[in-house]
C-alpha cells in the first residue's frame, strides 16, 4: 500500500500536500467532481431511506386492501384518525404508553448508566469484569431476553415469584405480564436491563475524557467527590447526556421489538402496553386478530405521525443544543 | 420446584433454538420459482406442465405443530401418485395470514394453501388469489353445501376444498376426579360443584388464563354460548336482528365466565396458553377448557395420570350443543405453474385415503368430506361422540358475519374478548359486557342496529 503511493509519488508530480491544496480543492469543486464522491452514499441513502419514506407518506393518503392501496383519499386516514372514536382512543393511548416507556428509560436506563460509568470510571479490582457484565445484556436478541424474562416473570415457574414466596413475601408474587397497571412498567424495566451497557459505556468515554487536572484542581480546592462530580464531571459531560437522551428517544419511539416479545402484538393485557410501533405493525401490516386484514393506508399514516413526533424531538433538540453551544 | 422450573426452561431454550434453526431452513422453500435445494431429488421444470413430468408443489398451512404428521399425509398422496411431490410448508400461526398475503401479493405464494373460513379467506378470493373451484370434478358430491359454505360465496361458487373440523370440549385428570369422588359433570351447576370440591382439596380446578387472551375467547367462551343461546337456531336469531347481542341469553353466557373466575390458577392474567397445557399435564390443575386440537399436544406432554375430555355442560333444563368448528380448507393459487397437479391434489383431499392418513396423523382434526373415515385416537374419538349425543352442533359465535367490521370499528369477536377478560377480572359486569358488545354491533352490523330485547 504504501509502496504503491510511492510509485504514483515518483511517477506523478500530485504529492499528498497537492491533494489538500486549496487550488485542487477550488479546481474539484467547479467541475464539479465533488458531485462523484457523494454519489454512492447519496444513491444508497435515497433508495433505502429516502424514497421508501416519501413512499410512506403518500400511502398514508390512499385507502383499499393489501399492500398497494388504490384509492385516493387525501387526508382522510388522518382525518378518521383524530375523529373516529375507536381510533383516537388506540392512537392517544399508544402515543401515552410510547412516552411512558421512553420516560422510563431516561429515568432507570441512562440514571443507572450514569451512575456504573461513574463507578466504573474509578480503578479497582475486577473493573474490566464489570464493565463486560454490564455490557453483556446489549449484545442478547431481544426477542431472545424478552422471552427469557417472560419466563422469570411466569406467574407458575418463574424465579422471581418463587424466590419471593422463599422469603415470605407472597403477598408481593403478583401476575407481573398480566396487570393493566404493571405490565408496560416491567416491560420498560427489562428493556432498561438490557440496554443499560449503551449508556454506560458512553458516559464512561466521557468521562475518561474529562482531563484529570481539572479533578485534582477540585480536590485541592477541598471539593468533596460529590461536588466534583455535580459541578465538574456532570457540566463537561452535558454534550453526551445530551446524545443519549435523543437516542433512546429516537430507539423508544421506534420500539417493537421488546412489547411483541413480552405481551404481543396488541400489548396485552388489554392494549395496556401498545406502543406507536405495535399500533401500526397490526394496523398496517398484520391486521386485527383473527382476521388479519391490513390496512396499509392508515397504517402509513401511523407511520407518518410517529416520523412527525420524531422529527419535531430531533428538531428541538438540534436548536437546543446549538443554543447551548452558542452559550458557552 | 426449581429443577422442574429449569428444566421447562431448558427445554424452551432447546425449542428456541430449533425453532429458528428451522425457520432458517424453511425459508428458501417459500419461493416457489427459486431453484430447489440441494437435497431435493425431485426438481420440476419451469417451462412443462405435462403430467408425465414430475412435478414439486408447495402446501403453505399454519399448523406448524403438525409438521411431521403432514409429511405422511403428503407421502401417502405421493404413492399415489409418484409425479407430485407436495412440500408442507408451515407459518407460524399468529402471523399467518399477514405472510401469506405478502407472499401472493409479490408472486411468491405456494401453490396450495390452507384457507381460513369466512371474512378472511373469501377477501383473498375476491381479490383475485385464491382459484375457483367450481369446476372441480367430485367437490359439489363429497362435501356437502353447508360444510362448504365458509369457503364460499354468496352465490355458492367454492374456492377451498374443506379439510378439518375442531371441537371443543374440557380436558380432565381422571385420577384427581376419582380422587375426590367427582362424576362427570352433565350440567353447569355440577361443573361447578366439582370445581369447589377440587378447589377445597387444595387442587386448582381449571388451568385456564388470559395472558395470550385469544383462548379465553375461543376456547371458554365461545364454547358455552351455543349451550346459553340454543345453537346454530339461537345464533341465527341475532345474525338476522331478532334477538339484541346484550339479550339475557348473552349476559348469561358471560355469567358464566364470571362463575370461573374463583377457579383459576393463581396469577391467571399473565398465565399463557402454553402455561395452561403445562398445569394440567403436570396435574396441578384439575380441567382445561381447550380445543381438540391439543390432543396431540398433550398426548406428546406423556402426562402420568389418565386423562379424558367431556362436553362442555349446560346449564340445567337446558339442551347440550357442541362448538363444532370449521377450521381448515385447502385452495389453490392461481398463479401456480402446475394447476393441473395441485387440481389432482385438491381431488384427493375428497377421498377416504386422505380423511384416514389425515384423521390419524393430526388427532383432533375432524374431515369433512363424506368419504368413509376410521378415528383411531380414543380421545378423538370421544369428542366426536359429543356430535351425536347432543341436541346440535354450531360454529364459534362470531365467525359468521361479525368478523370483518369496517376499519375503525370493532369485530364482535375483539370487543367479546376484551369483555370475557373484563369480566374474569371483576372490572365489569356481565350485563356491561354483554351492553359493550351491543353497543359495538350497532355501530356497523345493520341487523343489531333494529334488533329488539323481546
Redesign the interface.
Known sequence: MTQALIKTKEKKPISLKNIYSPSLRQEAWKNGKWFLFLLPALLVYIIFMAAPLFDSLRLSLYTGEGFSPTTFVGLGNYIELFTNPLWVERFSGAVLHTCIFFGIHMLVQNSLGLFFAVLLSSKFKGRDFFRTIIFTPATLSVLVSGFLWTLILNPQWGAVNIILEKVGLKAWALPWLGEENLALIVISLTSAWQWVGMPTVMFLAGLVGISEELIEAAHIDGASAWTTFWRIQFPLLMPVVGIIAILTFVDNFNAFDVIYAMAGARGDPGYSADLLATLFYRTGIAGEHPVGIPNMGMGAAIATMTFTILMTGVLLWLFLSRRQSADL | ??T??LK??QT?LFA?VIISLAACGAQPATSTTEPAMPTDTVVAPADTQAPAQEVTLTLGSWRTDDAEAWAKILTAFHDKNPNITVKFDPTNP?????TL??QL??GTGPDLFFV?SF??GL?LFK?GYVASLKDLPGLADSVSAASNAPWATDSGEPYAVPIAAVSHGIYYNQDLFAANGIAVPTTWEELMAAAKKLQDAGVTPFAN??????DINEVVLMSIIPNEIGGRDGRIAYLTGKSCFNDAKIVDSFQRIKDLTPYL????????YS?ST??FTQG?AAMLFDGSWQISAIEKEAPSFKWSVFAVPPPAGKDEYVSFHVDAAIGMNPASKNQEAAKTFLQWLETTEFNDAFANNVPGFFPMSKAATTINDPVAATFLSFNSKAKGTDIRFPWEKL??AP?????A??VMN?GA??VLKGDKTPQQAADDLQAALALWYDPAKGCKNN
Open positions: 420446584m426449581m422442574k422450573s421447562v426452561l424452551l428456541v399468529p402471523d399467518y395470514n399477514a398475503r405478502t401479493e409479490t381460513r371474512a378472511t377477501d381479490q388464563g388470559t395472558k395470550d387472551e385469544w390458577p393463581n396469577g391467571f392474567t399473565a398465565t399463557s402455561d403445562q398445569l396441578k368478523m370483518d376499519s375503525g370499528q370493532e369485530s369477536y375483539t376484551a377478560i373484563a
